[in-house]
T-cell receptor
Framework: GAVVSQHPSWVICKSGTSVKIECRSL??????MFWYRQFPKQSLMLMAT?????????EQGVEKDKFLINHASLTLSTLTVTSAHPEDSSFYIC????????????FGSGTRLTVV | SQQGEEDPQALSIQEGENATMNCSYKTSINNLQWYRQNSGRGLVHLILIRSNEREKHSGRLRVTLDTSKKSSSLLITASRAADTASYFC?????????FGTGTSLTVIP
């Protein structure tokens, strides 16, 4: 079945640095990738939708200059958290639509970001 | 916010009992999906029900959908300790995909 590989699984970085998270669709082409953020014991909040070859669409309240999304190919989408701050510490998850209309979305395994 | 609501927020049952979780959403949907998340992990797709379907089964899972009430329920029968996880509904409008607030299920062996 469809697999989305997300890396890294976890990362610790210092305040002010940037962190890149990658999501790759391994056996299918993902023209669209959704990026979510999840705080502890809370639901997933959609941050942005990336589309291959075009600009990402950001949800209201999400700073596009802080969360840079690039979808340069049909199999790779990246999220870069720029100038990270402790409040950016969260669980970030990507997902891509399934290969058929009856198949649910395929999620990456998530990235636990801790900014110290 | 387009986020849906789920109840209960937390549910604790004995192994072998049934678990029912409810989900409400806000806009018209193409389909509604249920996902499971183990602590600190990604989401796993459980079942998808289309807007023209009212009930669907998959193994020990039974999902209902009432589009007039914009609500859905997930029933897990004969629960097992391994079912302990958080469960999320997700409403798919075609262009967007919104998650409910989640139900944390604990199955006590």
């Amino acid at each position: 079945g469809a697999v989305v590989s997300q890396h890294p699984s976890w990362v610790i970085c210092k305040s002010g640095t940037s962190v890149k998270i990658e999501c790759r669709s391994l056996d299918f082409q993902a023209t669209t990738m959704f990026w979510y953020r999840q705080f502890p014991k809370q639901s997933l909040m959609l941050m942005a939708t990336s589309n291959e070859g075009s600009k990402a669409t950001y949800e209201q309240g999400v700073e596009k200059d802080k969360f840079l999304i690039n979808h340069a190919s049909l199999t790779l989408s990246t999220l870069t958290v720029t100038s990270a701050h402790p409040e950016d510490s969260s669980f970030y998850i990507c997902s891509a639509p399934g290969v058929t209309a009856n198949y649910g979305y395929t999620f990456g395994s998530g990235t636990r970001l801790t900014v110290v | 916010s387009q986020q849906g609501e789920e109840d209960p927020q937390a549910l604790s049952i004995q192994e072998g009992e049934n678990a029912t979780m409810n989900c409400s959403y806000k806009t018209s949907i193409n389909n509604l999906q249920w996902y499971r998340q183990n602590s600190g992990r990604g989401l796993v797709h459980l079942i998808l029900i289309r807007s023209n379907e009212r009930e669907k089964h998959s193994g020990r899972l039974r999902v209902t959908l009432d589009t007039s009430k914009k609500s859905s329920s997930l029933l897990i029968t004969a629960s097992r300790a391994a079912d302990t996880a958080s469960y999320f509904c997700a409403s798919n409008t075609g262009n967007q995909f919104y998650f409910g607030t989640g139900t944390s299920l604990t199955v006590i062996p």
